[in-house]
């Protein structure tokens, strides 16, 4: 039987016990239909995982484990516009343990409200369903810092194995990179011979530097 995860940043190991909010309380009970003692898992979202059992609206804690994060990769993400599309990301790359996602405009990019509790709700729910230790942390920028994100993907660059050691990689929009941003790029990479939609470029590139 699969172990459902509760996301909580707040867990400690001091803690006995963990209660529950009514949200998460009528998901566990009335969506995945967990009974008392049940087995809960809990993720600090910072590499731990708490193992206990469901009480009434409680999780009694038993024990936990710490794990390590195999990649540091920090994703900057042209704005798109289709929120579908965004959210697709976001719980993708909280999927494959990214450290970071960071998302802004550039040059070609589309203009979009953001709303970055949602962003972080959409991330929390994909650490809830893939049973994750790990939760990117998610920011807002007004611009793309070329000292933090000096690898750009782009289909004019080198093949993404050859620069696979720089972590920090920006993912442009489909219109591409303009010459002067790409100019500001100390590496360019690409990761095949046609452009690729945004979230299809995200996965892809994290999953080469993996």
Known sequence: M??????????????KELQL????????????RIKDMDEIKISNGKGKIYFGN?????????????FE????????????????RLRFIVEKLTELSVSSISFGPTDHSQKI????????????SAVEQSGNAFKPDIFISNNLDFEKFNHGLDITGKHIKENNS???IAIGPEGGWSNSEKDKFKY???IGDFT???????????SLLM
């Open 113 to 124: 409200k953001v709303d970055l509790d949602k962003f972080n709700m959409w991330s929390i």
């Open 188 to 190: 360019l990479s690409n």
């Open 2 to 15: 699969h172990t459902p995860t509760v996301f909580d940043s707040n867990i400690l190991d001091t803690f």
């Open 54 to 66: 469901l009480e009434g609206n409680v999780v009694s804690l038993k024990s936990n484990q710490e």
């Open 21 to 32: 909010s009514d949200e998460k309380l009528h998901h566990l009970k009335n969506v995945l």
């Open 196 to 206: 690729l939609r945004t979230e299809t470029a995200s996965i892809l590139g994290v």
């Open 69 to 84: 994060r195999k990649n540091d990769i920090d994703v900057f993400i042209s704005f798109i516009q289709d929120k579908d």
């Open 166 to 168: 720089m972590k920090n």
